[in-house]
């Protein structure tokens, strides 16, 4: 299974796709958080003068290897994505299924331009993932979530593979006998994962990478192998690795030279993906510090 990644901004380049080319779409536009998303790639070595300490009581210095970043402040945030979400509807197969990932801050709008475009009837789930990361504000209960929205083309006609979906532990196994408790069970609508910790084997460097897990239980479950997926807000391009490694093609879209310098690190040596637009020499990538975050294979 193949792919192409696209450089630009997405909206002409949704323009000139030809309807109901994919199956599956997931994106994870920026949140208008306010603030530019910014990620700094940093390495320790040893260095008996260095700034840190660590592990039994070494010391470490802090090496900058660069920092990714893009803006993440929208005037008009509903009026940027709206065309966009139409063109995701356009776009999708009549079974197909939409995922739009946001977090609380615009996730009611979106619903309300979601049921719209869709029709209510449509909205199959809003996914909760929590994760706890990070410092905890004491003036409110922090927020540590992420809203996931789920469309379908069709209601009563979509994929849905429940039976192929990881299962997670039950929280009293005592209660449920000994099978079914080492079978586990399907998970609800509230996942419960870690974020890509910054500088773990996961980790490509570029600032919001989502969890690979995340991604592969979505297009698990909502497509089947040989289906198409299409990610048009790519990033650091999980979503492909994602439908590569469960035996779907891809197509990604992002409009920062960065990001698409981090997915060709991420996808050197597979097979068949095509890069439109740009150039993204590998030695470039590896020559700016990112890490690879690539393994395994269909
Ligand atoms: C939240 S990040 C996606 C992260 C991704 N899910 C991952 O796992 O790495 C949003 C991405 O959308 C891209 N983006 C923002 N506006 C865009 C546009 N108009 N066209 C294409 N990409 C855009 C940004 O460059 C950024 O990489």
């Not at 199956?23 to 990620?39: E, M, V």
């Not at 979505?218 to 994602?242: E, K, M, R």
Request: glycine share 10%; proline share 7%; charged share 25%.
């Amino acid at each position: 299974m193949g792919g192409k990644v696209y450089f630009g901004d997405n909206l002409p380049i949704l323009r000139g796709m030809p309807s109901e080319t994919a199956d599956l779409i997931y994106i994870d536009p920026p949140f208008n958080t306010g603030r530019a998303q910014t990620r700094l790639r940093l390495k320790t070595v040893r260095d008996q003068d260095g700034d840190r300490t660590g592990f039994q009581g070494h010391r470490y210095r802090t090496q900058k290897l660069g920092q990714s970043s893009f803006g993440d402040t929208f005037e008009d945030y509903l009026g940027f994505l709206e065309p966009r979400l139409r063109e995701a509807y356009r776009l999708l197969k009549p079974n197909g299924s939409f995922f739009l990932h946001m977090d609380y801050r615009e996730v009611h709008y979106c619903k309300v331009l979601l049921d719209q475009l869709f029709g209510r009837e449509c909205f199959l789930n809003e996914i909760i993932w929590a994760y706890d990361y990070g410092a905890r504000t004491r003036k409110r209960w922090p927020p540590k979530h992420d809203n996931i929205l789920l469309y379908v083309k069709d209601p009563k006609r979509y994929t849905f593979n429940a039976d192929a979906v990881d299962r997670i532990p039950y929280m009293a196994p005592g209660l449920v006998g000994p099978e079914k408790a080492a079978r586990g069970k399907l998970p609800t609508d509230t996942w419960w994962h870690t974020i890509v910790p910054p500088g773990g084997k996961e980790s490509t460097g570029y600032a919001t990478q989502k969890p690979l897990a995340i991604l592969k239980r979505i297009v698990v479950a909502s497509s089947n192998p040989g289906d198409v997926t299409l990610d048009f807000f790519a990033g650091s391009g999980t979503t492909g690795v994602a439908a590569y490694q469960l035996g779907r093609s891809f197509i990604l879209i992002d409009n920062n030279d960065q990001a698409l310098q981090v997915m060709a690190k991420r996808f050197e040596g597979v097979p068949d993906v095509e890069f439109v637009g740009l150039d993204p020499t590998p030695c470039c990538a590896s020559s700016r510090g990112f890490a690879c975050g690539f393994s395994g294979s269909a």
